[in-house]
């Protein structure tokens, strides 16, 4: 199993530009999470899902958005990227009813210029 | 909201000294985890405390989960320069889990 994978590794983007942050994992796990991190700094979720097709929001979702069409999958959108929004972004997922460890994926390290 | 808060923020040590990290949540936890991330590194998952009181040991380290489970404390006997990093606890209600700041460890061998 490759567990939880993220891409890119690395970002810069412009300010006002868009992307998407894959996470994806093999694991069959129903519970996903997306996390950021700024230096120095603990984790702050931003959204998250209990299933195929249910997502909601963390504790900082403005600017982000997400979308969980299969299990597997859970991508991240920055609309109009802020300088605020650079940081360490890490993907996690979890089995069952979410009281379990979580894995975390390697992160998109994202730089807004 | 749900808060969790950690102390101390950072900690230097010399190789062979024990060192202690503290999590307290402002509210009761149904359980609490804690994590360790290595330097430029994920998360990783350590240990889990469920019940009220409840002790673990891994090895040279030992989790505390407080008898009203609002508070939690890691204890690392004898550190070693391989414990080098920043310690989490996590705090889950509900669906979501909260993590603290951290606690990042330094050990001057």
């Known amino acids: 199993n490759a567990g939880v994978t993220q891409t890119p590794k690395f970002r810069i983007l412009k300010i006002g530009q868009s992307m998407t942050l894959q996470c994806a994992q093999d694991?069959?796990?129903?519970?996903m999470y997306w996390y950021r991190q700024d230096p120095g700094m603990g984790l702050k979720l931003i959204y998250y899902?209990?299933?195929?097709?249910?997502?909601d929001k963390g504790e900082v979702p403005n600017g982000y958005n997400v979308s969980r069409s299969t299990t597997e999958d859970f991508p991240l959108r920055l609309e109009l990227a802020a300088p605020s929004q650079t940081s360490v972004y890490f993907c996690a997922s979890t089995t069952g009813t979410g009281y379990n460890e979580q894995f975390f994926g390697p992160g998109t390290r994202l730089t807004v210029l | 909201g749900q808060q969790v808060m950690q102390i101390p923020q950072y900690q230097h040590v010399q190789e062979g000294e024990d060192f202690t990290t503290y999590c307290n949540s402002s509210t009761t936890l149904s359980n609490i985890q804690w994590y360790k991330q290595r330097p430029g590194g994920h998360p990783v998952f350590l240990i889990q405390l469920v019940k009220s009181g409840e002790v673990k040991k891994q090895k040279r380290l030992t989790f505390q989960f407080g008898e009203a489970k609002k508070n939690s404390s890691l204890h690392i006997t004898a550190t070693q320069t391989t414990d080098v990093g920043t310690y989490f606890c996590a705090g889950t209600g509900g669906f979501k889990t909260i993590f603290g700041a951290g606690t990042r460890l330094f050990v001057k061998a």
């Open positions: 694991m069959n796990h129903n519970y």
């Open positions: 899902s209990v299933g195929a097709g249910i997502t």
